[in-house]
């Protein structure tokens, strides 16, 4: 039971290149989240997925898209990346239901650096 | 939209003291509120969460209390161990299915020994 896998777990990228991060859960998950974590910024929500064939914008979606493939896999990709994008980019993912329906699991998470 | 402020930024305490965190939210609707810690490196992991039809909720030296009135719920950690050190963060939501989760700009808690 791997739970929440992220890849790739370091990427560097020039300014205006593209790269999707992958991400995937094998606990039979609903929902899932892409979170990017600054210094000093905590972790702010870029996109989730409430479920399959859902997806809602977060907090700072600009410069984002996602898929949510099917139930397991939730990509984030950067169509032209900038420098403001730098980040550590976490996945995670809540049942959606239940006793456990907000409790997040968390990736190892992948650090991204635009140059 | 929900909007999660954290206090302090970086608090310092001395071994077995005690050490108390603070957040505030502004959607009136939110009814889930949890407190992740995140060690050096490491990915957040969920350590004590409240929701709105308690007021306090106690799991060995941790504690969460909320006041709904206020908006404002607080994270107390007693008898302080090394191990405590780590980045906190509180967090707001929507107990329901589809649910937007925000977080706080988090807290870097260092015990002195």
């Known amino acids: 039971n791997a739970g929440v896998t992220q890849t790739p777990k370091f990427q560097v990228l020039k300014t205006g290149q593209s790269m999707t991060l992958q991400c995937a859960q094998d606990m039979n998950h609903n929902s899932m989240y892409w979170y990017r974590q600054d210094p000093g910024m905590g972790l702010r929500l870029i996109y989730y997925s409430a479920s399959e064939g859902t997806t809602d914008k977060g907090e700072v979606p600009n410069g984002y898209n996602v898929s949510r493939l099917n139930k397991r896999e939730f990509s984030l990709r950067l169509e032209s990346a900038a420098p403001s994008q730098t980040s550590v980019y976490f996945c995670?993912?809540?049942?959606?239901?239940?006793?456990?329906?907000?409790?997040?699991?968390f990736g190892a998470g992948s650090r991204l650096t635009v140059l | 939209g929900e909007n999660v402020e954290q206090h302090p930024s970086t608090l310092s305490v001395q071994e077995g003291d005690s050490a108390v965190i603070k957040c505030t939210y502004s959607?009136?609707?939110?009814?889930?509120f949890p407190w992740y810690k995140q060690e050096l490196g490491k990915r957040p992991q969920l350590i004590i969460d409240i929701r709105s039809n308690v007021g306090e909720k106690k799991d060995q030296r941790i504690a969460v209390t909320l006041n709904k009135t206020a908006k404002h719920f607080s994270l107390h950690i007693t008898e302080t161990q090394p191990e405590d050190s780590a980045v906190y963060f509180c967090?707001?939501?929507?107990?329901?299915?589809?649910?937007?989760?925000?977080f706080g700009s988090g807290t870097r808690l260092s015990i002195r020994p």
């Open positions: 959607d009136s609707a939110s009814n889930y």
């Open positions: 995670a993912s809540t049942e959606g239901a239940g006793a456990g329906a907000n409790v997040l699991t």
């Open positions: 967090a707001a939501s929507r107990y329901s299915s589809a649910s937007k989760i925000i």
